[in-house]
T-cell receptor, first 115, second 114 residues
Framework: DGGITQSPKYLFRKEGQNVTLSCEQN?????MYWYRQDPGQGLRLIYY???????QKGDIAEGYSVSREKKESFPLTVTSAQKNPTAFYLC??????????????FGSGTRLTVV | GESVGLHLPTLSVQEGDNSIINCAYS??????FIWYKQESGKGPQFIID?????DKRQGQRVTVLLNKTVKHLSLQIAATQPGDSAVYFC?????????????FGKGTSLLVTP
C-alpha cells in the first residue's frame, strides 16, 4: 500500500535525552511536514520540507531539528532543548499541486512521553 | 498571527440526529478550507473541502457551508452514526515563505450516543 509510515508508535524519553521520530513515505511526494498535537489543541506545524536537502521552520520549531537527505524520509529529532516534548506527532506529505488542495496524506502518528 | 478556531470543544448528539460543527477563521485572504476527521490515535482523514468561490458543498452525508462575510464555516453531518464519533478539525491552506502548509483549528470532539 502507498502511504506514510511513522515509527515507533509509542516512544518514551528521559529528561535531557534527544530522540528521533521516523517518517517514511512511498508516495513519491516532494513535500513533507511535521505537526505536533497536544490535548485540546489543533495540529501545529513544526517543520516542513518542499524538496530534498531543503527544509523550513514552522510555527513551533524551537527544540526540534529535521533532515531531508532522501525524498522518502523526513526524520524529526526532539532535542533536550524542547522543554515540553510530551505530545502526539504527525507526519504528512503532499505533491506540489496537492499543497493547495486536499492532497495531504497523514501518517498514524508517534506518541512521545517524557518519563 | 492568523488563526483558525472552533466555537465548541465538545458536541454530544444522539444517533440519527444531525450534527453541526462550527469553525471561525480570521484570515480574510483564505481561499480554501478542508474538514478533517481524526479518530483516537490516528492521523487526520480528509472529509470534504470548499473553495472561497462557493457557499456550500455536499458530500455523502456531509455538507460544508461557508459564510465569507462573517468568516465562518460549518460542517453538517446528516443522520449521525456511532462511527462518526471523532475529533473534527477545520483547516485552511496557509501560504508560507516557502510553499504551503495546513493551518488547523483546535478541533471539536463529536460523541454520538445510542
Amino acid at each position: 500500500d502507498g502511504g506514510i509510515t511513522q515509527s515507533p508508535k509509542y516512544l518514551f524519553r528521559k529528561e535531557g535525552q534527544n530522540v528521533t521520530l521516523s517518517c517514511e513515505q512511498n508516495l513519491n511526494h516532494d513535500a513533507m511536514y511535521w505537526y505536533r498535537q497536544d490535548p485540546g489543541q489543533g495540529l501545529r506545524l513544526i517543520y516542513y520540507s518542499q524538496i530534498v536537502n531543503d527544509f523550513q521552520k514552522g510555527d513551533i520549531a524551537e527544540g526540534y531539528s529535521v533532515s531531508r537527505e532522501k525524498k522518502e524520509s523526513f526524520p524529526l529529532t526532539v532535542t533536550s532543548a524542547q522543554k515540553n516534548p510530551t505530545a502526539f506527532y504527525l507526519c504528512a506529505a503532499t505533491t506540489p499541486s496537492g499543497q493547495r488542495n486536499y492532497g495531504y496524506t497523514f501518517g498514524s502518528g508517534t506518541r512521545l512521553t517524557v518519563v | 498571527g492568523e488563526s483558525v478556531g472552533l466555537h465548541l470543544p465538545t458536541l454530544s448528539v444522539q444517533e440519527g440526529d444531525n450534527s453541526i460543527i462550527n469553525c471561525a477563521y480570521s484570515n480574510s485572504a483564505s481561499d480554501y478550507f478542508i474538514w478533517y476527521k481524526q479518530e483516537s490515535g490516528k492521523g487526520p482523514q480528509f472529509i470534504i473541502d470548499i473553495r472561497s468561490n462557493m457557499d456550500k458543498r455536499q458530500g455523502q452525508r456531509v455538507t460544508v457551508l461557508l459564510n465569507k462575510t462573517v468568516k465562518h464555516l460549518s460542517l453538517q453531518i446528516a443522520a449521525t452514526q456511532p462511527g462518526d464519533s471523532a475529533v473534527y478539525f477545520c483547516a485552511e491552506i496557509s501560504n508560507r515563505n516557502s510553499g504551503y502548509a495546513l493551518n488547523f483549528g483546535k478541533g471539536t470532539s463529536l460523541l454520538v450516543t445510542p
